[in-house]
């Protein structure tokens, strides 16, 4: 899984391969940010690897927190590609296999273009 980030002014949401793999190291610094009086909430979906905080603009911004969350691996992911992304490249070699095969069988035959594309 790729690391996913979304913020707003108020709330930062993280995915991550780390936030999945190591549920008590994610836990001692949700209770360590519960302290933190501008955090106001944390939700934490451990199966999901996601980690949703809500904090107070005027007292921390994100960059601060994401900064905070870097610094504690959160933001790592294990470089394995996702489902999508594998569908996706996937799809596109079969999809310019196939224009290639159509290209061929237009510009020299159908028997000649199968010769080609089983090399």
Wanted: charged share 20%; no cysteine; net charge positive.
């Amino acid at each position: 899984m790729n690391t996913y980030i979304h913020q707003t002014n108020q709330r930062v949401r993280i995915r991550s391969d780390y936030i999945r793999q190591n549920p008590e190291n994610v836990s001692r610094l949700i209770a360590k940010l519960g302290k933190i009086n501008a955090i106001q909430r944390v939700t934490h979906k451990r199966h999901a690897g996601s980690v949703a905080i809500q904090f107070d603009s005027n007292e921390l911004d994100s960059k601060s927190l994401l900064d905070i969350l870097d610094s504690n691996g959160w933001l790592q992911s294990d470089g394995r590609p996702s489902f999508i992304e594998n569908a996706v490249v996937s799809g596109t070699k079969t999809f310019a296999r196939g224009m290639v095969g159509l290209g061929l069988t237009r510009l020299v035959g159908p028997s000649v273009s199968r010769v080609i594309m089983s090399l």
